[in-house]
């Protein structure tokens, strides 16, 4: 069955905002470490932000303070706010949990260009 689909994806200029949504199978939701991860072409996927249970957020170094992550335990969906997008932010986002992974699903593409 599906456990993970992402959303909200889309093209933006410098400076602009995103927000990325990742609606989450409720067995899941409730028991994992959430996290958002990003390939960008050529790119080994990477870890961008995670969020435990507890609602405890970390962030990669290339984003701190610019990105926040959340999670809706009402809609069991995690959420990714990105604010000062910069061109390097452009790759496929997927969200998924921390080894041992689920299944990856499409991700949603962010592209930041003028």
């Known amino acids: 069955q599906v456990q993970l689909v992402e959303s909200g994806g889309g093209l933006v200029q410098p400076g602009g905002s995103l927000r990325l949504s990742c609606a989450v199978s409720?067995?899941?939701?409730?028991?994992?470490?959430l996290a958002w991860y990003r390939q960008a072409p050529g790119n080994q996927r990477e870890l961008v932000a995670a969020i435990s249970t507890g609602e405890t957020a970390n962030y990669a170094d290339s984003v701190k303070g610019r990105f926040t992550i959340s999670r809706d335990n009402a809609k069991n969906t995690v959420f990714l706010q990105m604010n000062s997008l910069k061109p390097e932010d452009t790759a496929v986002y997927y969200c998924?949990?921390?080894?041992?992974?689920?299944?990856w699903g499409q991700g949603t593409q962010v592209t930041v260009s003028s």
């Open positions: 998924n949990t921390p080894f041992p992974h689920l299944t």
């Open positions: 409720l067995s899941i939701f409730q028991r994992r470490t």
